[in-house]
């Protein structure tokens, strides 16, 4: 396994990221599949910029643009609802203030 430091420079708290190993990220592919298959049922949450998601560990991450903060709301609400998920991070923005 590869580890890249996922900041520059010496920051304290700075996370290390581990590559997958030989079948490690099978399940978070999994993930990924599961949440844009649900996130497909939700054609109103199609923004600006199309969301996407990324997962390690279970840990998924939301990015994209979308119009209102409900929209933001709803699409980690629909991500939690995958199987295997133990937490979303929301890195969507919002047009609309």
Known sequence: M??????PGPLSGCATYQ?????????????????DRLLDKYPELVG???ITVQSKDGIVYL????????Q???AESV??????????VNGIAVTEK
């Open 63 to 70: 990015h994209g643009v979308v119009a209102t903060d409900l």
């Open 72 to 74: 933001r709301d709803e």
């Open 2 to 7: 590869s580890r890249r430091p996922l900041c």
């Open 19 to 35: 590559g997958c190993g030989a079948g490690e990220c099978k399940g978070d592919q999994k993930i990924n599949s599961e949440v």
């Open 79 to 88: 991500a939690r609802e995958a199987a295997g998920v133990t937490m979303v």
């Open 48 to 50: 600006q910029v199309p």
